[in-house]
C-alpha cells in the first residue's frame, strides 16, 4: 500500500517503473517466507500483484509466473474467506474486491 500512496503521491495513479522493481522485490520476499504468511499478508500480496498487472512496464517470464501464483493464491483466499465474511475487517474486503475486478488471472496469459 505504501508503494501505491508513493505512486499517488507523485501525480500518477498507477506504479512507476522504480515502485514495479520494489513491489516484484516484496512480492518475491513474501513468497519465500511460505506458510507463515498471515492471511492479511495473502490479501495484500493478492492486492499488490492486481496492482503491478496494471502499471505500465516490461514483465518478463519469472514475474509472470510470480504475479500467476500471487493471484492463484488470492482467488483460493477469495473462496476461503468469503465463506466467513466475519473473518474480513474492511480494509481486507476493500483489497480484495480492488484486486478482483482491477486485474483478474485472465490478463496474465
Partial sequence: MDLWAEALASGTP?????????????????????????????????WL????????WTSGDEE?????????AG??????????ARALNALDAAFLLDASVAAPAARVA
Fill in 14 to 46: 498507477l506504479l512507476t517503473q522504480p515502485l514495479v522493481a520494489r513491489g516484484i522485490r516484496l512480492l518475491r520476499e513474501a513468497m519465500d517466507a511460505g506458510p507463515e504468511l498471515s492471511d492479511r499478508d495473502r490479501i495484500a500480496g493478492f
Fill in 49 to 56: 500483484a492486481g496492482r503491478l498487472l496494471g502499471a505500465e
Fill in 64 to 72: 509472470r509466473r510470480l504475479l500467476a501464483e500471487w493471484l492463484a
Fill in 75 to 84: 482467488a483460493r483466499g477469495i473462496a476461503t474467506l468469503g465463506a466467513d
